[in-house]
């Protein structure tokens, strides 16, 4: 019996404009306004016709999931219909949670690991009303220190690429990641190397269902996952949603293929073999972390990424500065009033109720209204660490303007709640900051969207 998992990990970075919130028409995803809507006509929406989020194990990335409730309601609750159809059956889950923003998290802070794993946690239980079991890291990029916040948070396991494993296990599958202090063992699952990449970067070998089956066939009793962007099944390539119903179908069945998902391997699992993962790895950069602070042979002639890298992280430094100071000066758990406001981010609740929990009552009316803002900030501060700021080789793309656009927003937030104004810092670190290609700067961006606050 062949045991498979197959792994959709469906994310697309907020394309909405920093100001308006409204997502502006892209003319390359003619006849639709923009790629959300194509790729969500391409892709979400038929594989949740096809059902086939009942068959794999996926990860939904949160503001793509936000865009799929407020503009497709039918999809998405389709999504989360058969989500829940196997959580009735199987007692766990096949969906996993994801860090809130799409940061790459060994290049993020302590504190901010902590915020974007505990936002993330709190957007899977607001869709699927029960707890995470397991959590896809942006980009799989990890380090110790991830994995140890994920087990704090009631986390049990994550997906990566076999060569983030100190040593080579051939044929096994999964193990235990010894962790510090007193926390559990944390698992890992590899996924394999050859059947991943031929699926994602091959076209033809996802042509004929039954030809995939029998090369596929493992008598070693070891599952095998095949990790790839879910984005691959009906838009990277056209119709392979149909391909992956019927291999995840009838295919498996004529073939005796066992469907299987972490959550339940686990369930089903003794103890495990432990393991050391390599810090500072991820499975689209075979130099650890590079491509998202420096330039590499990823994406060669990229030399404006190690100072937009510097520029966002001392922007960042600073816009803590001045919220904790505040929250310090009022006797604030900082940490734990941040976490919480996702809360509010996702209209669970207001946010003056929030405050009231926080026992406030010592504090003005005003300066409750420029804690408020200071929480906005720290929202865009959040904001610009997305990955995809860094993904590409050209500057001149909506990702890393957009990054640059969030910070100009979080500096403008907290000018208005402290009167500290980081603009002049801003400007100057971002100056150098250039595409190649069109001369566009970093500064030019963030001016004329400080313009374009300031005239709101």
């Not at 393991?275 to 990229?302: L, M, Q, Y």
Request: with cysteine.
């Amino acid at each position: 019996m062949t045991l498979l998992c197959v792994h959709g990990h469906f994310y697309q970075p907020p394309r909405e404009d920093p100001i308006s919130g409204v997502i502006p028409d892209e003319p390359g995803a003619e006849p639709f306004r923009n790629w959300n809507e194509k790729i969500n006509a391409e892709c979400y929406k038929p594989n949740a016709e096809l059902e086939n989020f009942r068959k794999i194990s996926f990860n939904i990335g949160p503001t793509l999931f936000q865009w799929l409730e407020t503009n497709d309601q039918e999809t998405y609750q389709k999504i989360l219909e058969q989500e829940r159809e196997v959580f009735r059956i199987q007692g766990v889950s096949n969906a996993l949670a994801q860090p809130y923003n799409h940061v790459i998290l060994p290049l993020a802070s302590s504190y901010d690991k902590s915020i974007q794993i505990h936002w993330g946690k709190i957007d899977y239980i607001h869709h699927f009303c029960h707890t995470p079991e397991g959590i896809w890291l942006p980009e799989t990029a990890v380090d110790t220190e991830t994995l140890e916040i994920c087990a704090d948070e009631g986390i049990k396991f994550t997906i990566l690429a076999p060569w983030q494993m100190e040593g080579r296990s051939q044929g096994e599958t999964y193990f235990s990641v010894k962790l510090s202090e007193e926390r559990n063992p944390f698992t890992v699952f590899f996924y394999d190397q050859l059947i991943s990449t031929s699926v994602s970067f091959n076209p033809q070998e996802t042509v004929n269902g039954d030809i995939f089956l029998e090369k596929l066939k493992i008598e070693d009793g070891n599952p095998r996952i095949i990790a790839s962007d879910g984005e691959l099944y009906g838009h990277h390539q056209p119709f392979r949603e149909k391909f992956l119903a019927y291999i995840l179908g009838d295919g498996a069945e004529k073939r005796q293929v066992e469907i299987v998902f972490p959550s339940l391997l686990i369930k089903n699992s003794n103890k495990l073999k432990i393991v050391k993962i390599r810090d500072n790895t991820s499975w689209s950069c075979f130099h650890g972390v590079e491509r998202w602070k420096n330039e590499c042979t990823c994406t060669p002639g990229a030399n404006w990424k190690k100072p937009l890298r510097v520029a966002i992280n001392q922007l960042g430094d600073e816009l803590n500065k001045v919220y904790i100071n505040f929250s310090d000066n009022k006797r604030i758990d900082y940490l734990r009033l941040t976490k919480d406001y996702i809360h509010v981010i996702l209209k669970e609740e207001d946010v003056q109720d929030l405050l009231n929990r926080f026992n406030l009552d010592g504090l003005s009316t005003k300066g409750k209204g420029s804690l408020e803002l200071l929480l906005k900030a720290q929202l865009e501060r959040q904001k610009m660490f997305s990955s995809c700021g860094w993904f590409f080789d050209e500057f001149h793309r909506i990702e890393p303007l957009n990054n640059i656009a969030y910070c100009a927003k979080a500096v403008w937030l907290t000018q208005k709640a402290s009167g500290v104004d980081l603009t002049e810092q801003a400007l100057d670190l971002l100056s150098v900051v250039k595409s190649n290609k069109t001369g566009l700067r970093g500064d030019t961006v963030f001016s004329q969207t400080m313009l374009r606050l300031n005239q709101k």
